[in-house]
Protein backbone atom coordinates (compact mmCIF):
# COMPACT_ATOMS: atom_id res chain seq x y z
CA UNK A 1 0.00 0.00 0.00
CA UNK A 2 0.89 3.46 -0.24
CA UNK A 3 2.34 6.04 2.43
CA UNK A 4 1.03 9.02 1.11
CA UNK A 5 -2.33 10.33 0.95
CA UNK A 6 -2.85 13.70 -1.16
CA UNK A 7 -6.25 15.77 -0.16
CA UNK A 8 -7.89 17.02 -2.17
CA UNK A 9 -8.41 14.59 -4.67
CA UNK A 10 -9.34 16.94 -7.10
CA UNK A 11 -9.55 21.15 -6.94
CA UNK A 12 -10.39 23.30 -9.54
CA UNK A 13 -9.73 26.99 -9.40
CA UNK A 14 -9.66 30.03 -11.53
CA UNK A 15 -6.21 31.21 -13.00
CA UNK A 16 -4.65 33.67 -10.73
CA UNK A 17 -6.13 31.96 -7.56
CA UNK A 18 -3.97 30.14 -5.04
CA UNK A 19 -3.71 26.00 -4.83
CA UNK A 20 -3.05 24.11 -2.07
CA UNK A 21 -2.87 20.71 -1.46
CA UNK A 22 -1.51 18.35 1.40
CA UNK A 23 -0.35 15.06 2.04
CA UNK A 24 -0.40 12.93 4.87
CA UNK A 25 1.76 9.86 5.57
CA UNK A 26 2.48 7.46 8.40
CA UNK A 27 5.64 6.19 8.83
CA UNK A 28 8.77 8.10 9.95
CA UNK A 29 10.77 9.42 6.66
CA UNK A 30 13.84 10.98 5.76
CA UNK A 31 12.62 13.64 3.24
CA UNK A 32 9.36 14.23 1.45
CA UNK A 33 9.33 15.63 -2.46
CA UNK A 34 6.43 16.46 -4.44
CA UNK A 35 6.40 15.68 -7.79
CA UNK A 36 3.87 16.82 -10.80
CA UNK A 37 2.33 14.64 -14.03
CA UNK A 38 0.96 15.74 -16.81
CA UNK A 39 -1.55 13.46 -18.16
CA UNK A 40 0.43 10.57 -19.46
CA UNK A 41 3.20 11.15 -19.40
CA UNK A 42 6.62 10.58 -16.51
CA UNK A 43 6.39 12.50 -13.28
CA UNK A 44 8.31 15.45 -13.35
CA UNK A 45 10.17 16.79 -9.53
CA UNK A 46 9.21 19.62 -8.19
CA UNK A 47 10.90 20.00 -4.62
CA UNK A 48 12.29 17.94 -1.75
CA UNK A 49 11.66 18.63 1.82
CA UNK A 50 14.47 16.90 4.28
CA UNK A 51 13.10 15.78 7.61
CA UNK A 52 14.48 18.87 9.10
CA UNK A 53 13.43 21.04 7.59
CA UNK A 54 9.90 22.95 8.69
CA UNK A 55 9.75 25.18 5.19
CA UNK A 56 10.97 25.74 1.66
CA UNK A 57 10.21 27.85 -1.59
CA UNK A 58 11.21 27.37 -5.14
CA UNK A 59 9.35 30.11 -7.77
CA UNK A 60 5.68 29.61 -7.14
CA UNK A 61 5.99 26.43 -4.98
CA UNK A 62 6.14 27.02 -1.23
CA UNK A 63 6.41 23.47 1.17
CA UNK A 64 5.29 23.02 4.76
CA UNK A 65 6.46 20.15 6.64
CA UNK A 66 5.02 19.06 10.16
CA UNK A 67 6.74 15.69 10.88
CA UNK A 68 4.57 15.80 14.45
CA UNK A 69 1.47 15.60 12.28
CA UNK A 70 3.06 13.39 9.34
CA UNK A 71 1.89 16.09 6.81
CA UNK A 72 3.22 18.41 4.05
CA UNK A 73 1.32 21.24 2.11
CA UNK A 74 2.41 22.34 -0.98
CA UNK A 75 0.99 26.10 -2.75
CA UNK A 76 0.90 27.61 -6.17
CA UNK A 77 0.87 30.64 -6.00
CA UNK A 78 -1.21 32.72 -9.00
CA UNK A 79 -1.83 29.75 -10.41
CA UNK A 80 -1.76 29.37 -14.39
CA UNK A 81 -3.82 27.52 -16.95
CA UNK A 82 -0.24 24.99 -17.40
CA UNK A 83 -0.24 24.10 -14.00
CA UNK A 84 -3.09 21.54 -14.55
CA UNK A 85 -1.64 18.33 -14.29
CA UNK A 86 -1.53 15.74 -11.23
CA UNK A 87 0.22 16.35 -7.97
CA UNK A 88 1.86 13.87 -5.83
CA UNK A 89 4.09 13.62 -2.76
CA UNK A 90 6.37 10.83 -2.03
CA UNK A 91 7.82 9.72 1.01
CA UNK A 92 11.24 8.53 1.19
CA UNK A 93 11.93 6.28 4.24
CA UNK A 94 15.63 5.59 6.30
CA UNK A 95 16.34 2.92 3.02
CA UNK A 96 15.33 5.67 0.77
CA UNK A 97 12.69 3.89 -1.25
CA UNK A 98 9.89 6.26 -2.19
CA UNK A 99 6.49 5.48 -1.83
CA UNK A 100 3.42 7.54 -3.55
CA UNK A 101 0.80 9.07 -2.71
CA UNK A 102 -2.65 8.90 -5.09
CA UNK A 103 -2.72 12.42 -5.95
CA UNK A 104 -3.84 15.62 -6.30
CA UNK A 105 -5.58 16.36 -9.60
CA UNK A 106 -5.59 20.39 -10.10
CA UNK A 107 -7.58 21.63 -12.75
CA UNK A 108 -6.85 25.66 -13.62
CA UNK A 109 -9.11 27.41 -15.75
CA UNK A 110 -8.17 29.93 -18.07
CA UNK B 1 22.19 16.22 -20.30
CA UNK B 2 19.86 12.66 -21.00
CA UNK B 3 17.71 11.59 -18.69
CA UNK B 4 15.52 8.71 -18.14
CA UNK B 5 14.84 6.86 -21.23
CA UNK B 6 12.56 3.98 -21.13
CA UNK B 7 11.59 1.65 -24.26
CA UNK B 8 9.38 1.46 -25.63
CA UNK B 9 7.05 3.62 -24.59
CA UNK B 10 3.96 1.80 -25.83
CA UNK B 11 3.43 -2.30 -25.85
CA UNK B 12 0.14 -4.18 -26.64
CA UNK B 13 0.45 -7.91 -26.35
CA UNK B 14 -1.82 -10.88 -25.97
CA UNK B 15 -2.41 -12.36 -22.89
CA UNK B 16 -0.17 -14.89 -22.27
CA UNK B 17 2.92 -13.61 -23.74
CA UNK B 18 5.83 -12.16 -22.08
CA UNK B 19 6.87 -8.50 -22.45
CA UNK B 20 10.02 -6.39 -21.59
CA UNK B 21 10.75 -3.54 -21.00
CA UNK B 22 13.98 -1.53 -20.61
CA UNK B 23 15.54 1.42 -18.50
CA UNK B 24 18.37 3.64 -19.55
CA UNK B 25 19.21 5.58 -16.28
CA UNK B 26 20.87 8.99 -16.34
CA UNK B 27 24.60 8.25 -16.30
CA UNK B 28 25.85 9.47 -13.22
CA UNK B 29 22.86 7.41 -11.15
CA UNK B 30 23.31 4.79 -8.89
CA UNK B 31 19.94 4.34 -7.79
CA UNK B 32 17.62 2.38 -9.99
CA UNK B 33 13.60 2.08 -9.72
CA UNK B 34 10.29 0.47 -11.25
CA UNK B 35 7.22 1.39 -10.41
CA UNK B 36 3.36 0.70 -11.89
CA UNK B 37 1.08 2.89 -12.06
CA UNK B 38 -2.46 2.55 -13.05
CA UNK B 39 -5.33 5.01 -14.24
CA UNK B 40 -5.79 7.30 -11.44
CA UNK B 41 -3.58 5.85 -9.02
CA UNK B 42 -0.20 6.84 -7.80
CA UNK B 43 3.18 5.55 -8.97
CA UNK B 44 3.14 2.05 -7.10
CA UNK B 45 6.91 0.69 -6.26
CA UNK B 46 8.27 -2.20 -7.18
CA UNK B 47 11.72 -3.02 -6.91
CA UNK B 48 14.76 -0.96 -6.73
CA UNK B 49 18.75 -1.77 -7.50
CA UNK B 50 21.57 0.30 -6.12
CA UNK B 51 24.51 -0.27 -9.04
CA UNK B 52 23.94 -4.15 -10.05
CA UNK B 53 22.81 -5.28 -6.53
CA UNK B 54 18.46 -5.79 -6.26
CA UNK B 55 17.88 -4.64 -2.45
CA UNK B 56 14.40 -4.52 -2.80
CA UNK B 57 11.99 -7.12 -4.59
CA UNK B 58 9.62 -8.45 -2.32
CA UNK B 59 6.88 -5.43 -3.63
CA UNK B 60 7.45 -7.38 -7.36
CA UNK B 61 3.60 -7.97 -7.91
CA UNK B 62 4.18 -12.02 -8.28
CA UNK B 63 6.52 -14.40 -9.41
CA UNK B 64 5.90 -13.74 -13.08
CA UNK B 65 7.40 -9.95 -12.48
CA UNK B 66 11.68 -10.09 -12.77
CA UNK B 67 14.05 -7.28 -12.73
CA UNK B 68 17.71 -7.33 -13.60
CA UNK B 69 20.44 -4.45 -13.95
CA UNK B 70 23.48 -6.65 -15.03
CA UNK B 71 26.09 -4.32 -15.53
CA UNK B 72 24.77 -1.77 -12.88
CA UNK B 73 23.66 0.70 -15.53
CA UNK B 74 20.60 -0.18 -17.70
CA UNK B 75 17.70 -2.44 -16.40
CA UNK B 76 14.86 -4.44 -17.77
CA UNK B 77 11.71 -5.11 -16.17
CA UNK B 78 10.11 -8.29 -17.66
CA UNK B 79 6.28 -9.43 -16.93
CA UNK B 80 5.88 -13.55 -18.00
CA UNK B 81 2.48 -14.98 -19.27
CA UNK B 82 0.97 -11.41 -18.74
CA UNK B 83 -2.86 -11.20 -17.85
CA UNK B 84 -5.35 -7.87 -18.49
CA UNK B 85 -4.73 -6.40 -15.22
CA UNK B 86 -1.29 -6.20 -15.54
CA UNK B 87 -2.47 -3.46 -18.14
CA UNK B 88 -0.50 -0.26 -16.78
CA UNK B 89 2.50 2.26 -17.31
CA UNK B 90 5.36 0.69 -16.39
CA UNK B 91 7.44 3.59 -15.14
CA UNK B 92 11.61 3.65 -14.36
CA UNK B 93 13.26 6.20 -12.48
CA UNK B 94 17.21 6.65 -11.30
CA UNK B 95 18.77 8.51 -8.63
CA UNK B 96 22.25 9.39 -7.38
CA UNK B 97 22.44 8.16 -3.84
CA UNK B 98 24.53 10.67 -1.39
CA UNK B 99 24.62 11.75 2.45
CA UNK B 100 22.07 14.20 2.17
CA UNK B 101 19.14 12.62 0.56
CA UNK B 102 18.53 12.21 -2.91
CA UNK B 103 15.92 13.30 -5.55
CA UNK B 104 14.74 10.43 -8.51
CA UNK B 105 14.32 11.58 -11.94
CA UNK B 106 11.50 9.85 -13.99
CA UNK B 107 11.28 8.67 -17.64
CA UNK B 108 8.47 9.02 -19.44
CA UNK B 109 7.20 5.50 -18.90
CA UNK B 110 6.37 2.15 -20.80
CA UNK B 111 2.73 1.78 -21.49
CA UNK B 112 1.48 -1.95 -21.67
CA UNK B 113 -2.04 -3.17 -22.97
CA UNK B 114 -2.67 -6.22 -22.55
CA UNK B 115 -5.32 -7.49 -24.74
Known amino acids: SQQGEEDPQALSIQEGENATMNCSYKTSINNLQWYRQNSGRGLVHLILIRSNEREKHSGRLRVTLDTSKKSSSLLITASRAADTASYFC??????????FGTGTSLTVIP | DTGVSQDPRHKITKRGQNVTFRCDPISEHNRLYWYRQTLGQGPEFLTY????????KSRLLSDRFSAERPKGSFSTLEIQRTEQGDSAMYLC?????????????FGEGSWLTVV
Open chain 2, 49 to 56: FQNEAQLE
Open chain 2, 93 to 105: ASSFQGTTGNTIY
Open chain 1, 90 to 99: ATANTGNQFY
